[in-house]
């Protein structure tokens, strides 16, 4: 079939159509488009998960691509990060960034997390209009792993726009360009941290290139590069989503309102409810695999939706009902096996801090705009909002 993936207000509501997929099969076939090859995306929960795990599906890109011609003109640092490896390879640099994500880890964080939380929310208005994502779906993740990686104050604005760049969707020259100079960026950071040193998570990233000899410097800028980028953009859109799932559900608003140290017993239903990632990063079959009742030939990429699979009824009753007393546990927002992102536990305490701040300091939060009237990022790897415009304070309908 053809990629249904781009038919009209997909973005809007990209589960109605998931949904349609799923039910005729939750492996697809999908026809060669413009410019592509054919694929197959999974959109079945079972599937999805057996899919994170399967040994037959890589996500050795430089090996699937080698050969074959291309316009693109992406920064190596970005084209091959340790998303794109497999073991044992990945392995060895997984094992180098975990470190910075462990429970340990992100409990230090959290007071710095929590005074950045409680500025950006004390700047909101007492009474009247913002932007939720500008004022702080992007600011706290980007200041959080800005901090950690030790990349200046005066420069996580520029780097902050690099990163929207490179989701430019059907933009693949802008998305190149972006490439190269978040990539220079970082290659310069590198080089001054060798000479002045701060503390950082990056000292120890340079320390294991220049003195252990654990990475290669190419591996080195890759994979800051990758902590930058994946450090925030699904937290901010994690944080969004969030925030408008509370609102559209003035029960369960009101359910958190009243008790906000209990925001992290929802965090796992509003994952599942509208998951930050739409569709996880490549795979390709390295042999004929078969996941379900699909068969799946070798050298094909295969595509996994953890947002499709997260609203599989077979998996998850009423998938469309947002139900705090669900057990979403198993949901796949941030993968499975191997590749589950090491970043899960940072983004969930950034999510729960924010939340408790934002509706503890402005408990007569609203939409601003009709639901129908927001715009998403025109993107299919990521599912976030452009903007989320709310109203700090109750007023009567009609005056807004």
Request: glycine share 8%; hydrophobic share 40%; proline share 8%.
């Amino acid at each position: 079939m053809s990629d249904p993936l781009s038919c009209p207000g997909f973005f809007e509501n990209p589960y109605d159509f998931y949904d349609e997929l799923r039910a005729a099969a939750p492996v697809r076939h999908m026809a060669a488009g413009s410019g592509s090859g054919p694929s197959y995306l999974v959109t079945g929960y079972a599937e999805a998960k057996a899919a994170f795990a399967h040994p037959g599906l890589s996500k050795d890109t430089a090996r699937f691509f080698a050969g074959r011609t291309s316009n693109r003109d992406l920064h190596p640092a970005v084209a091959r990060t340790m998303l794109a490896t497999d073991p044992p390879e990945h392995t060895r640099l997984r094992r180098l960034v975990t470190k910075a994500f462990t429970t340990g880890a992100v409990n230090r964080l959290r007071p710095y997390i929590q005074q950045t939380a409680d500025h950006l929310v004390d700047g909101l208005p007492d009474d009247g209009e913002a932007d939720l994502v500008t004022a702080l779906a992007v600011p706290l993740p980007l200041t959080v792993i800005c901090e950690l990686l030790g990349v200046p104050e005066a420069d996580r604005a520029q780097v902050r726009a690099w990163s929207n760049e490179l989701f430019s969707a059907g933009q693949p020259h802008r998305i190149d360009v972006a490439s190269h100079a978040v990539a220079g960026y970082m290659t310069d950071l590198i080089k001054a941290r060798r000479r002045v040193q701060d503390g950082s998570f990056l000292d120890e990233l340079i320390a294991a290139r220049d003195e252990g000899e654990q990475l290669t410097e190419d591996e080195l800028v890759s994979l800051v590069v990758l902590l930058l980028v994946a450090g925030h953009e699904t937290t901010t859109n994690f944080i969004g989503n969030a925030v408008l799932a509370l609102l559209r559900h003035p029960a369960l608003l009101d359910r958190v309102r009243g008790g906000p140290d209990h925001i992290g017993t929802v965090l796992d239903e509003l994952l599942r409810y509208d998951s930050p990632v739409g569709i996880a990063t490549f795979r390709y079959s390295t042999r004929a695999i078969t996941l379900g009742e699909t068969e799946i030939p070798a050298g094909v990429p295969v595509l996994i939706s953890p947002g499709a699979a997260n609203r599989d009824p077979a998996r998850y009753p009423d998938p469309g009902r947002l139900d705090p007393g669900r057990d979403s546990a198993g949901h796949l927002a941030f993968g499975h096996g191997i590749h589950r992102c090491p970043g899960a536990p940072l983004a969930l305490a950034e999510t729960e801090i924010a939340l408790r701040a934002l509706l503890t300091r402005h408990p007569g939060l609203r939409l601003a705009v009709a639901p129908e009237e927001l715009r998403w990022r025109r993107t299919r790897l990521i599912r976030g909002l452009e903007a989320l415009p709310v109203r700090t304070r109750q007023t009567p309908v009609g005056t807004r």
